[in-house]
């Protein structure tokens, strides 16, 4: 999941959230650490391998957030929970990402877009990856009116500092699969407005 420099909620699987878990925190690192190995009954080694296939979604969800998301986006951390054979696997993560606008309209309007599709870079963006492209299209709206009321100020003169190009024309789309899931959420109406994006207390 992709989140705001202030707060957010981590992503992670429902079905692996339970009193069997135990969670715990880190950043980056590796899959699992070395434990005890060994056959484990039926039931533990499925656990096992839904635990490793959650790791991996995990791992390739948040990696989409950081490729798209640039130099605004940070270093993803994840939450572990351990398995019956003593390793630790990833079960949730988080990437913080820089949401504040530029000084100018412009420089905020290329931003947002590129905040939006690191928030939908995933091919299943979490509801809060969702709240962050949704608060990255009110921001550049925003930016919109700030460039438009200088173009005014500046009367039928030349183009403003952020003409054409400027206004975001030219920039990246998100990806298909997540643009449609936040198409989805966007007709209901259900705009963020505040400073906090995905994530356990970080990021976007």
Known sequence: ?????????????????????????????????????GAGTPAQ?????????????????????Q?????????????YTRGSDGKNYAVAGEVPIDVSAERDPAATIRKMDTVKAAALAPSD???QDLRVAQQADAKKAQARQE?????????????????????????????ARGAAAYGAV??????????DLLGGGVWA
């Open 45 to 65: 080694n499925r656990d096992i391998q839904e635990l490793r296939r959650t790791d991996a979604q995990v791992r390739q969800h948040e990696a989409a957030h």
């Open 186 to 195: 966007q007709a209901l109406g259900s705009a963020a407005r505040r400073g």
């Open 1 to 37: 999941m992709i989140s705001a420099l202030s707060a957010g909620v981590a992503y992670g699987l429902a079905q692996l959230r339970g009193a069997r878990m135990g969670g715990a925190r880190g950043d980056g690192g590796a899959a699992a650490e070395d434990g005890a190995t």
């Open 147 to 175: 460039l438009q009321r200088e173009r005014m100020g500046e009367g039928s003169g030349g183009a403003g500092p952020g003409s054409a190009a400027g206004d975001g024309a030219g920039a990246s789309t998100p990806p």
């Open 125 to 127: 963006p979490s509801p």
């Open 67 to 79: 490729a798209a998301g640039g130099p605004h986006a940070g270093g993803a951390s994840f939450t």
